[in-house]
């Protein structure tokens, strides 16, 4: 297994969309290993393929307490979403220490295939829905930053920007 190297917002490569993985071969099983060890790394709940510069539809996540339920999913679709709505903080390992409130599907079906390709719905509630949902839109190329007001995106595009620059000065 090896830790990946988190693309930060605003990258370009992180509005690319991921493209149907054709098979679940020994490739997307080391794919989704080393997703889930640099999720974990990082303190995260999920982490998607194209975060890491891999545009394939491969997600992981793990939401439990003990954090020691890890999920892949492979070719995720969301086949029902309730009509209530919630509003939940959310953070993203592309932008990091940035924490803003996002409204979502309360619950949410999916279907997906498992790390040996073999297909599984999900039934999600809570903070399960919320990464769910958070790290589809990942392989649709978009950012939960995305769902803010224009002004909250610039300033947290112009923090980023200044937090690569002074990170940049100080490796050099």
Known sequence: MARL???RYPDPRLHTAARP???VDERIRTLAADLLETMYAES???LAATQVDVHERVIVMDTSDARDRPLVLVNPEIVWASDERAVAEEGCLSVPQVYDKVERHAR???RALDRDGQPFELDAEGLSAVCVQHEM???RGKVFVEYLSLLKRDRIRTKML???RDEQRTRA
């Open 108 to 110: 949410v079906k999916v």
């Open 21 to 23: 993985v054709a098979v």
């Open 137 to 139: 839109d990942h392989l």
């Open 162 to 164: 200044k937090r690569t």
């Open 44 to 46: 995260g709940v999920g």
């Open 5 to 7: 190297t988190i693309l």
